[in-house]
């Protein structure tokens, strides 16, 4: 039986949503304040966190740090108000696994909460070793699908030129862009497509245990360590590994990174064996990590050693021509993972899709499909089964994309006239493609 903490500042509601769980044959255990929740978490071992962001005299998002520094494995799944779909997604890029906007319906957050437990369990297992012998044969890529727009073709050919070599890749882009999947699609076209694909999330690990982590400990090397574990080093030898969120690693663990990829051996807390690892590593960040390097946070060497090729993930408001076409694999999925037979979507809902900025890119198309091929009775999806997030975007959201919009369009400007208008000049101002220029000067509607 799963055991969940509810952390729920509103009594009435806590209480109710602890006597539906409970029925659903959960250990259902709530605190009304974070001071409590961190104590019951950690005097006892949960599997699941469902917590509010907004608390009493605290801050949900240093609760959810707090949390995750005690047990960083535990999934957490943040509540949050329909117009909080900013905060819900900071949430997600400090460890949350998922969010909920309330209020829900009991068939959202069953479901919400059965994706992040099955999610825990496929973890554990996939990060432990496999003694089975691996299996060279061709693997193509099913993880991913390819769009038709420029962005999309670009990032694929980008993959395609890449798999095959065993260079270091650095992902850059937005929260729920798709790292991991680009990622996972890279090794599955390359030659340790046999092996271990390890993902790591780097902004969920503790420093203290950081080096445990990667490494692996010996029985007895500190205070917990009741048996030999090995790190993920070991885990991903013979594949790829992927560090997710690589900026959040301490100055510490950097040095140790970099030492264990630059002599390519490894050695377990409390061991004084060297251990041989041969792995493919991809890393990821949604950061500037140069800007880092500039002010001292992040090591130069480890930068050239993980970035000797990059690839920035394009937001989907960049590849929009594409929208439908994730729609719709996302529909397929969603069909499959909960047995539903939806065939597509309604030209209201379409019209609602192509009017939303998307500010959780691809993750929240997939989760908002997902939820409502669960409420669709029918074969199509229809506008009262979305998120009312849908139809009140979040203002702030609103305003910091009309800003960086306003700001774009004011550089492109001036670039033209300090080029007096030759768009050759202008772009490599820009530092970008002439054709994205020539994008860019149709999109903002300047008549030049």
């Known amino acids: 039986m799963s055991k969940i903490l509810i952390i729920e500042d509103d009594a009435a509601f806590g209480q109710m949503l602890q006597k539906f769980l409970t029925k659903k044959e959960y250990k259902v255990a709530i605190s009304y304040n974070a001071e409590d929740a961190k104590q019951k978490f950690n005097d006892d071992n949960f599997d699941l966190v469902l917590t509010d962001l907004r608390l009493p005299n605290y801050d949900g998002i240093k609760l959810l740090a ?72 061709p693997k193509p890529s099913t993880s991913s699908i ?36 680009t990622a996972k699609a890279i090794h599955d076209q390359s030659k340790r497509h046999g092996h271990n694909f390890i993902a790591v999330d780097c902004g969920a690990i503790p420093k203290e245990i950081a080096t445990s982590e990667f490494f692996g400990h010996i029985k007895g090397s500190f205070t917990g360590a009741i048996e030999d574990k090995i790190g993920h080093f070991e885990a991903a030898n013979g594949g790829t590994l992927f560090l997710d969120e690589i900026g959040n690693l ?143 975007p979040n203002k702030n959201i609103a305003d910091a994309n009309f800003s960086k919009d306003a700001y774009e369009k004011e550089q492109i400007l001036r670039a033209l006239k300090e080029t007096n208008f030759n768009k050759s000049k202008a772009a490599k101002l820009l530092q970008i493609t002439r054709k994205t220029l020539y994008n860019k000067i149709s999109f903002y509607n300047l008549d030049l």
């Open 250 to 392: 301490s100055y510490e663990n950097q040095i140790q990174l970099l030492r264990a990829l630059q002599e390519r051996k490894i050695k377990r807390v409390g061991s004084t064996k060297e251990i041989a690892v041969d792995l493919r590593l991809i890393t990821a960040t949604n950061e500037d990590l140069s800007e880092a390097v500039a002010n001292g946070t992040f090591r130069e060497d480890l930068y050239h050693r993980i970035n000797e090729f990059s690839i920035e993930i394009p937001s989907l408001q960049e590849r929009f021509e594409d929208l439908l076409l994730f729609a719709d694999y996302f529909l397929d999925k969603a069909n499959s993972a909960l047995d539903k037979a939806v065939k597509g979507f309604s030209d209201e809902v379409i019209s609602i899709f192509r009017k939303y900025h998307w500010p959780g890119n691809l993750r929240e198309l997939q989760n908002i499909i997902k939820r409502a091929v669960l409420l669709t009775p029918g074969t199509l999806i229809e506008a009262n089964v979305l998120p009312k997030e849908l139809f009140e």
């Open 146 to 181: 390819s769009g038709v727009s420029e962005a999309s073709k670009k990032l694929q050919e980008y993959i395609k030129l890449v798999a095959p070599t065993d260079m270091s890749i650095l992902i850059t882009g937005e929260s729920g862009t798709g790292k991991e999947v």
């Open 66 to 137: 707090d949390i995750k520094d005690i047990n960083f494995k535990t999934p957490v799944i943040v509540m949050t108000g329909y117009a909080e779909v900013s905060s819900a997604v900071h949430a997600m890029k400090k460890g949350a696994f998922d969010y909920i906007s309330k209020p829900f319906t009991p068939e959202e957050i069953v479901m919400v909460i059965a994706n992040a437990l099955k999610h825990k369990v496929e973890s554990n297992i996939q990060n432990e070793p496999q003694t089975n012998k691996p299996d060279n044969s």
